[in-house]
């Protein structure tokens, strides 16, 4: 667990039961991010700002500055969009992430060249303390208000504002908002096989008659097993040089023989089978119409 400080600040609003959907990560633009800036930045959301947010991270330090945030929220990402973005990620997410369904985490930045300060500049920076400790509240926060991985967002990706600074001026910056995600990915969401990627057996028509055939639903479509399709009297056959049997299970170009015509289709290699969307096969192969009708693949040969 981690531990958090407590430092409130009254510039909140009533959630009113609104559900909280969304993290949003922004950058403090200080100068510094060492050990007592956190505390420094909670103190400014208490003291001075006209905006606030509900946490504050330095190198060593996180701040919970929201006194209670299922009630309340901080004022850190409202106003209007910005009419030019610096990335084309910007202001994704104008409409749909508001104050109300928000947590706002604010990082302390460091900046290489301390005496310009513009927020378009190129050397504003993150440590990697300050990022690590980052990524852990972000999980933690994840976990408790079970929010789902893109939904960890920018302030750029609300209004289009450059920030945070170190994530959104340019695709390098854009590189490292990336690198940042990939820290929250890694251990909070790992692939379910247990509800994707599952090999099963279904039935299939194949002009009337009914054919089993091993399936998977992947990303919610179906695919079958290509091998299946013999029993159903097609005479299939795949190249056995392809490189397509890998441990991965991403979805790749399968080379197809279809009456000595090479061709190509969608599948994926699990357990060593290949599997391949039905419509797919179809259309490859062309000879044979496919029709879903209560939840049966039909299948007609022309
Ligand atoms: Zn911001």
């Known amino acids: 667990m981690l531990l958090i400080n407590k430092?409130?600040?009254?510039?909140?609003?009533f959630r009113n039961g609104t559900k909280i959907k969304y993290i949003v990560i922004h950058y403090t633009a200080?100068?510094?991010?060492k050990a007592g800036t956190a505390y420094n930045t909670a103190c400014y959301f208490r003291d001075s700002s006209e905006g606030s947010a509900d946490y504050t991270v330095d190198d060593t330090t996180v701040y919970l500055c929201n006194k209670d945030i299922n009630k309340y929220y901080s004022w850190a990402v409202g106003g209007k969009k910005?009419?030019?973005?610096t990335t084309s990620e910007g202001g994704k997410f104008y409409g749909k992430c508001t104050n109300k369904n928000s947590i706002s985490i604010e990082i302390c930045s460091n900046?290489?060249?301390?005496?310009?300060?513009?927020?378009?500049?190129k050397d504003?920076?993150?440590?990697?303390?300050?990022?690590?400790?980052?990524?852990?509240?972000?999980?933690?926060l994840m976990k408790s208000f079970n929010i789902p991985i893109e939904n960890v967002i920018m302030h750029h990706h609300v209004t289009g504002k450059v920030c945070p600074n170190p994530f959104c001026v340019t695709q390098d910056h854009l590189n490292e908002w990336k690198k940042f995600k990939k820290r929250l990915i890694n251990e909070v969401e790992k692939p379910k096989k247990e509800e994707n990627e599952m090999i099963d057996t279904t039935l299939i028509k194949v002009n009337g008659k009914d054919i089993k055939i091993n399936r998977i639903l992947?990303?919610?479509r179906n695919f079958i097993e290509l091998r299946g399709l013999e029993n159903a009297g097609f005479n299939v056959d795949y190249d056995a040089k392809s490189k397509l049997v890998s441990?991965?299970?991403?979805?790749?170009?399968l080379p197809l023989i279809v009456?000595?015509?090479k061709t190509s289709v969608e599948a994926v290699n699990i357990e060593g089978h290949n599997f391949c969307p039905i419509r797919s096969i179809s259309s490859a192969v062309g000879n044979f119409d496919v029709d879903f009708v209560d939840n049966t693949v039909n299948i007609k040969t022309k």
């Not at 910005?82 to 973005?85: A, E, G």
Request: avoid cysteine; proline fraction near 0%; charged fraction near 30%.
């Open 218 to 220: 992947k990303d919610g």
């Open 111 to 121: 900046k290489k060249d301390k005496s310009n300060l513009k927020g378009s500049a």
């Open 259 to 261: 009456d000595g015509k």
């Open 30 to 33: 200080n100068t510094t991010s």
């Open 7 to 13: 430092l409130f600040h009254s510039k909140v609003s």
């Open 82 to 85: 910005y009419t030019s973005m």
């Open 124 to 140: 504003w920076y993150f440590t990697e303390n300050a990022l690590s400790l980052a990524a852990e509240l972000t999980k933690e």
């Open 247 to 253: 441990l991965n299970s991403s979805i790749k170009e």
